[in-house]
Structure formats: C-alpha cells, structure tokens
C-alpha cells in the first residue's frame, strides 16, 4: 500500500513539472493571395521598380531592376519586420516552384531602410524593402510579417516578366456592342516556332484595364493560329474582349496644408486631426464626355510641398468624400482607387445624409495628388455615377501566361501596355 500511494505521488510531482510550452497570444493568420492588408493600422503602400516613379505599376523584368515596397504603419514605434515571395499561378493560387528555384538569396528579407513621422498628428513609421528580382516569371506575392510576433501586416502582387514572346495590341472602339460606352482590345502574339509551343493548350492572355485585377479579362481563346509561324491572332467579334470605358478620374491635391490644393474646398485643421474636404461632386452620366486634367488613371502620387517636401513630415489626412445624388436602394456606391487597391469593402463605402442629401465618405490618405472615382457593385460598375465614353483613356495590358507542359507552374513570355488614346 506504501509503495503505491508512493508510486502515484511520484507520478503527480513529474506531470506538474513538465515545462509548459509558450503560447502564442497571436492567432494564426492565412497568406491572402492579393492586395490585403491583415492589421487596420496600414498606411499607404506603394510597390514600384527601383529605377522607375512610385506610381508605376508593380511590373518588372526578370533581368531588371529591383523592385520597392514602401509603406507606413500608424504607430510610434519600430517593429522588426521580414518579407517572403511566394510564386503564384496566373489565377493567384500558390504554384508548386519552390523559392530556391527563384532567387538565389535565402527568402526572407529586411527592411533596408525606416523613419519615424516628425511632429505629425498621425504619428507612423515608414518602412521600405529593396528586393531582387527573380529568375522565374509570374505571378507573385510578397507578404510582410512580424518577426517577433508571427503577425502578418500586407500581402501585395508582383508580376515578373521574362520576354520570350512578342505582343501587339491596339485598342478600338466596338462596332457591335454599345459602341459608344467601351474599348475593345484586340493582340497579337509572334514566338519562336521551334519553342513546341501549341497555343490553344499553354497559351492563358490575361487583359487589365488601368491595372485593376477585380475586372481583368481572361479565358480567351485565338481567332487565328499559324503555328508553322510563331503566330496567334486574338481578334474577336462577340464582345470577348471588350471593357467598359468608364469616364476620366476625378481628382484631388493636399500636397500642401496650407491653402486650398485642386478640388479641396476647405482644409481644416485642430490640435488633434486635419479634414480636407473635397468639392461635392455630381453623376456624369448625363453629361458629354471632357477631358479637363490629364489623370492618373486611377494612381496617385506621395507628395509634401509643405516643409521643403521632407517625408517624414507628411501629414495623414481626414479626406472628406461627398456625392450630391438622391439614395439608391439597389446597389452600394463606393469611393474607389489605387489608394484602397481598386477594392469596395465598409471602409471605402459611402453612406446616404438625409440632411444634406448626398452621399458621403471619409478616408485617412498621406498627403499628394490622388484620383478617384464613384462605382458601384453592379457588373458595370461605372454606369451608374460616372458612365462609360468609349474616348475615355485608360490603360491597358495584356500579359501573355504560358503553361509548359513539363512544369507544374505558369510563366509570363509576353508582356505589353497600351493606353487607348495612343
């Protein structure tokens, strides 16, 4: 009996005194494989070829140059913060190419360079990645995390050209479908023919307009094929390649806090925030077609002209959005641009005013020049607000994916950009 109680005494004292592992408070997250922002407290990002302006696309060449990611935090502090790549199939799901395949540097990457904002009201922190480019073609994904934590911060796209065919594309007006309200992009792709290439099989075109990824045309298949050539013709007559032209971007300019910039009504500014309000728009469905500014078709531009332009100066601020249009009961407006990643969620969302009946919408942007545009979350997103004019000028590429047969990835050999006013 004393051996026993002796026995199972023992056997208490080892069980409490086993270590008890560290949990993590933390919850685990899931890579999303698009423009996504995992924490609330992100800033602007910007992603850009190191040798090009921060509003060019996230495009680059396999044997160019590297490529930028610069964003903000909104918070006073530094965080040790790394980035990995992920290859991607051409419809955004994880490919099987393993990362020693596409860089030669192990993959994981840190910052090169940080700043904290300077006597701001918003206070953040700015981080930038210099990151090489890889050897293989595609679709990519470059996810921040918290070294420290696990958290993840942002995910962003990446495509990585390597050039082994030719396109050519040109946009027309259509002259089946509502002629006057879209574009239509027709391409042509010349190849090595002793590549053994057969198009119908490895060849997948993907077309954006103005690099927005949510409306993209994809699933095409050739009109013409002269395989003894290295020659495919994708030139339709259904409307298969067609875009809603959309209108002109609005834009807006708080560069500076300071006076009035384009189309700010009034700069308010308290001990605690800055308000911009923009000038309250109209529809333009109704109205004919002009071209007063040259847009940015949808991008914006970082831009302090207060303080000598120094970064770590520039302002966070309170953009107040408003639509002079009586309520809709069946479908959501949305203030949309390459600010919000062309994105429509509760955040962009705009809300009826029965007092000053108009819609309106406030959003947190770092100072510059920004355009914007009115959709909704019908199919043809602009038809409600802003209308489709087939003069509109938008821009355009189409990115050429290839599935060899003996890899389990898709690669992109052809890559160009047009806009439709050239």
């Known amino acids: ?9 023992s056997l208490i004292l080892l069980i409490g005194c086993v270590p ?24 602007i990002a910007l992603v850009y070829p190191k040798n090009l302006s921060s509003n060019s696309y996230a495009v680059i060449n ?29 419809n955004w799901e994880p490919s099987s190419l393993m990362a020693v395949r596409f860089l030669d540097t192990y993959n994981e990457f840190n910052t090169i360079n940080y700043y904290f904002s300077a006597n701001t009201l918003v206070d953040y922190t700015n981080y930038i990645f210099d990151l090489p480019a890889p050897k293989i073609s595609g679709n990519y ?63 997948f075109p993907v077309i954006l307009q103005n690099h927005i990824w949510d409306t ?48 700010i009504d009034l700069v308010n500014k308290t001990p605690n925030h800055i308000q911009a309000f923009v000038s309250p728009d109209r529809p333009r469905t109704d109205l004919a077609y002009s071209q ?47 600010f919000n990643n062309f994105k429509k969620n509760s955040e962009n969302m ?7 009946g108009s819609y309106k919408a406030n959003l947190l942007l770092k100072q510059g020049i920004f ?6 979350d019908n199919a043809n997103q602009y038809e409600t607000i802003e209308g489709n004019f087939f003069e509109t000028r938008n821009q355009y590429e189409v990115i050429i994916y290839y599935r060899n047969p003996l890899n389990g990835y898709d690669e992109i050999i052809g890559y160009t950009s047009i806009s439709s006013r050239n």
């Open 1 to 9: 009996m004393f051996n026993s109680t002796f026995l199972i005494f």
């Open 62 to 90: 396999s044997s160019g140059s590297n490529i930028i990611l610069n964003f903000d935090l909104l918070e006073n502090n530094y965080r040790n913060l790394t980035l990995s790549m992920a290859h991607c199939n051409r």
């Open 350 to 356: 705009m809300r009826y005013d029965q007092t000053t």
């Open 292 to 338: 007063i500014n040259q847009d940015l078709n949808g991008q914006f531009l970082i831009r302090n002209n207060d303080f000598n332009g120094t970064n770590d100066r520039n302002e966070y601020i309170q953009v107040m959005f408003e639509l002079k249009k009586q309520p809709v009961t069946h479908e959501e407006i949305y203030v949309f641009g390459a």
């Open 141 to 203: 994904i470059l996810t921040v995390k918290d070294e420290n934590s696990g958290e993840l911060i942002l995910s962003r796209k990446l495509i990585v050209i390597v050039k082994k065919a030719n396109v050519t594309a040109d946009v027309n007006q259509n002259s089946n479908i509502n002629r006057r309200q879209n574009q239509e992009i027709d391409f042509s792709i010349t190849y090595d023919p002793k590549l053994n290439i057969v198009p119908l099989r490895d060849f």
């Open 20 to 43: 008890v592992s560290h949990q993590s408070s933390t919850p685990k997250q899931n890579v999303v494989y698009d423009n996504f922002d995992y924490t609330e407290n992100v800033g």
């Open 216 to 263: 993209q045309l994809s699933k095409l298949k050739p009109n013409l094929i002269r395989a003894d050539e290295g020659y495919v013709e994708y030139d339709f007559f259904n409307g298969e390649n067609i875009f809603p032209a959309g209108n002109e971007y609005r834009s807006f300019d708080i560069s500076t806090i300071e006076f009035r910039g384009m189309n």
């Open 371 to 376: 355009d914007y545009m009115y959709v909704t």
